[in-house]
């Protein structure tokens, strides 16, 4: 696991040694295993292990693995010291968002550390004390004997720790401001984008590289494109992960995701020799053909060697053959058909013809991903006579404000009067939530009632929807899986329960079909749980030998924030600009999620100008190279379970 610069670092494009693994998990548990290692290696020789840690959604998976290998095979942190990178400040260390509570939460609380080991960056202390404070942190470092282990996350501007882009490699610990990016970044942990705070406590780059050994964990494709430049870039204080190049013992332990970006995966015919599935042929002259601004039928062999890929030239013969062969895969991707085209035979289709019409599920994390993740598709299945069902796969209650869920209540209230209905119990619930609202603090969550009523809206916003696509009331579920209501950010995992209501819905509904969103990488997702949710489901009526499962096609579309890398879709469905319309009034419906949402991001488009933009976006990558030009297409990869 711990690579040194080697040969194989000189004849590649990285100036940094990286670990791939499958996914985050088996990630996050190679690292666990060294930092037990050194714990380990360091107790037989009697000496105390000096740890630096981060905060974020990155390690948490790392948190979890040794709290494990505490429990389950008795690792010891007697001898441990920690020290954390960083703190909001100010901040009150039992605020929902502080770096204290989650050290706590998510590590210290459940293993033997010593209290009196632990040091974490103070966002309490009085403004005029914090350069002391600071002075003293790296003091104490220096008194521990210096950091054994750091352990670091990047940000998506490349930042280490808080030390944003253009701050300097003799950087210490000290008060700093944060991006606007940071706190748009972090704002999905705050109810609102002005409560995250703009200062942060952060030991500084050199305090950081100080360190013996440095890892830094990666995971998620939002994260690939500043690996990519913090490993293979020059060193370069805008991107200040870029300067642990100049680190003795530094490595990245990355996911495949992460890992997207490098040029061994983005473009490896410029990294060695290769292996040219169909799959590879067609990424690379997709890429070649929008990097060059051509299309496809217009590259010519000299576009070829000029893209690094004269070898693809050598083994599939001539610039046209290979042109003709990516053109008509990109072009039997286009359907308008998702649900196949019946009494066709056409054996390049995305989707079979039979059975028709088919039973689909549509898999909506959220109250609203379907529209606004498929909002054409859907449409189209219904109208294409297919018997179309939406499952929705958690209630979606935190993303609601307390604006709308007391002006609701009023409403109810209101309602009850006008017709003469008592409304005494409802004025009561109206006059609770009121009060209690009036004085939450920003690590509150709200009570079951006001939960409910939130996930009340937006249960009648997603019907809306479906009643506007077509839908009659038997073809939506509410699912309102456990493992969501936790009233906070921070959701459980997977629980058993997830999967039996799961299982159950799919063995009622025995669907041909299933759209699922896609987000295989997101590190703090629901999107992510709600698909693993459905993969076990399945995987385990698979295993039940139950008759249909073989029959079912899975399709993924991605959630709001992304879209499929053009060179991977395998289903492409045009909307006309009027099947535009009709979905952007119903991703309207979800009043609710219009402007001022909680929880929303690091984007501030709503999220209709987000479907649209993507949506037109594939389009145009299409209308690139050379296909017909439509309004706007909505985007799928089929899954082999
Ligand atoms: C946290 C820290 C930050 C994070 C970085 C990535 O202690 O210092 O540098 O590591 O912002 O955050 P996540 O992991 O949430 O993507």
Redesign the pocket.
Known sequence: MQLQKTQDMVDSFEKIPVSIHAGLKQGAAAVAQEIASLIRSKQAKNENCVLG????????SLYAELVRLHKQEGLSFKNVITF???EYYPIEPDALQS?NRFMHVNLFDHIDIDPKNIHIPNGEIPKEKIKAHCIQYEELIDQAGGIDLQI?????NG?????EPGSSIFSKTRLVTLDNS?RI??SYEFATFSQVPRLAI?MGISTIMKARRIIL????P??APVVQKAVEGHVDEQIPASLLQQHNDVSFVLDETSAAELTRYKYPWLTGEMDWTPALVRKAVVNMALKANKPILSLTNNDYRDHGLSELLVEEGDAYEINLKVYYMMRDTITGWPGGKPNANLPNHPERSEPYPKRCVIFSPHPDDDIISMGGTFQRLHDQGHDVHVAYQTSGNIAVTDEFVTRFMDFAVGFEEMFGIDSSKSNEILSQARAYLKNKKSNEIDTADIRAIKGLIRRCEAKATCRYVGLSDNNYHFQNLPFYETGTIEKKPMGEEDVLVTMELLRKLQPQQIYCAGDLAD??GTHKVCLEIVFEAMRRLKEANEPWVKDCWMWLYKGAWQEWDIAEIEMAVPMSPDQVMKKRHGIFIHQSQKDMVPFQGSDSREFWQRAEDRNSNTANLYAQLGLTKYAAMEAFVRWHY
């Open positions: 840690l981060a905060t974020g959604s990155t390690p948490k954390n990178l960083d770096y670091l996350g990047i940000g998506n930042h280490i720790g808080f030390n940071t970044a972090n952060t964990m990666a995971w998620g939002a994260k590190p703090h």
